[in-house]
């Protein structure tokens, strides 16, 4: 399939091939069409299948065709992080380019002059906006947002808005646009609230399920069996010496992660770290040297697994297994991006065996250990914990663990 069999508006095209998209992907394929015939969606779509396009083009080509096109809003987006929202922006003005959409992004953590530019944004009729829950609703209660002209509502990884305890802001969001619009939904995985909250607020929504909680099959997973003071050591061994431009380290706490950080730099790495207690544009300028390879290794919290758009990152390092198998997804789609090729590796020490073993029962797959190289000695084993086959039928019946018992994301 071509995206020219698409139809859609020839703005919006010129500014695909301007992108330099050559084929949609699969989500692509299949929501674009629903999408242009203005029909309720809800896509089961992780980060890294090009869902943000999926939605992001059908939208432009649906207000650039309205011939009573005014200045008001006209699409909503909604994201659980700012740096999401940062991004959907950015593919929504790259997209715009000749079309001339004005579209703005609202999220927290910013400065008071932030809030006014938004504001006059939002006032002077931005046509699209993508925003943080709790961010729109500080400027829907000062009583300026006027929704009376939107026509679509996107919600943007719901699940992770789910967890993150967005639903009580959401269904205020959406008891302030018009019953009468499209609404569509992206999310990693369907929990039983989000399917909950499909039915309370779609319209017989067209379902898309591409059945990806795996991380992709060009990923090259694998993982050492290493007790924690091993870890910096190995980490150095795996890194030194070789042609690895861009390395993303996940590690599970901040302060985990800022010591982290500290031995790196102590062992002449290139390294940053990037976590919550970073201000906004402290985090947007590491992401940007990141991105432009100024710097080697970032090490992040899981802050940043889900929905950062960097292309070719040589390799994932989780230093620590994930406590959500959810993450490791999440962690692990950071690499092979749009059908690249993309190396993950895991460190799991003694404690973290069974979490392991969840893991691999989840996406199904027996993830390759490594030995330690000689020098390191030995780590521990991994079949010391049996796995237990009878959890098997249900991890399958229900693909989505428990949201209620998710750790506290850092
Ligand atoms: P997303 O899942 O929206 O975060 O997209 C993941 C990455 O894939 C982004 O870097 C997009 O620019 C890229 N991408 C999206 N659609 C396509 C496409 N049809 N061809 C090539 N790259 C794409």
Redesign the pocket.
């Known amino acids: 399939m071509k ?1 020219s069999d698409f139809n859609l508006h020839s703005d919006v095209m010129q500014s ?1 091939d301007a ?7 699969p ?2 394929e299949l929501a674009i069409p629903v999408i242009m015939q203005e029909k309720d969606i809800i896509a089961c ?10 939605y992001v083009l059908p939208i432009l080509h649906i207000i650039i065709s309205d011939k009573n096109r005014s200045d008001s809003i006209k699409a909503l987006i909604i994201a659980p992080t700012r740096e999401l929202a940062v ?2 922006d950015q ?1 929504m003005e790259g997209f715009s380019y000749f079309a001339g959409v004005s579209s703005i992004a609202v999220y927290g953590g910013g400065s008071g002059t932030d809030f006014e530019v938004e504001k006059k944004a939002i006032k002077t009729g931005a046509e699209v906006i993508v925003a943080t829950p709790g961010r729109l609703i500080s400027h829907i209660n000062l009583g300026y947002v006027d929704f009376s002209q939107l026509k679509i509502l996107v919600l943007d990884e719901a699940d992770r808005m789910l967890d993150m305890g967005f639903l009580p802001d959401i269904q205020k969001i959406i008891s302030h646009v018009p019953p009468k619009r499209q609404t569509l939904m992206f999310s990693a995985t369907m929990p039983g609230e989000i399917r909950k909250l499909a039915r309370k607020e779609m319209n017989d929504p067209s379902e898309i399920n591409l059945a990806v909680s795996k991380p992709a099959e060009n990923v090259l997973q694998a993982a050492y069996l290493v007790y924690d003071n091993q870890k910096t050591a190995l980490l150095k061994s795996l890194i030194k010496g070789r042609d690895l431009p861009s390395v993303l380290v996940f590690s599970a706490t901040k302060s985990s992660v800022k010591t982290l950080e500290k031995e790196l730099k102590k062992l002449k790495f290139n390294v940053k770290a990037i976590h919550s207690d970073l201000e906004q544009d402290e985090r947007k300028i590491v992401l940007r040297e990141f991105k432009n390879r100024e710097i080697q290794i970032l090490v992040a919290t899981d802050i940043v697994s889900r ?1 950062i ?3 070719n990152i040589s390799l994932v390092l989780n230093y620590n297994v994930p406590q959500d198998v959810e993450d490791y997804v999440h962690r692990v789609g950071r690499t092979a ?3 690249k090729t993309g190396i993950a590796i895991t460190f799991i020490n003694d404690r973290e065996v069974r979490n392991f073993k969840n893991i691999e029962r989840f996406i199904e797959t027996d993830i390759r250990k490594i030995s330690l190289p000689e020098e390191l000695g030995t780590g521990p084993e991994y079949d010391t914990i049996p796995k237990r086959n009878t959890m098997h039928g249900k991890f399958n019946k229900n693909r989505n663990p428990s949201a209620r018992n998710r750790p506290k994301k850092h």
Do not use: C, L, S, W
């Open positions: 995206f695909v992108v330099g998209y050559e084929k949609p992907t989500v692509q779509a992780q980060t890294g299948t090009g869902k943000t396009a999926a991004q959907i593919q929905g758009d960097i292309d991006r749009a059908e």
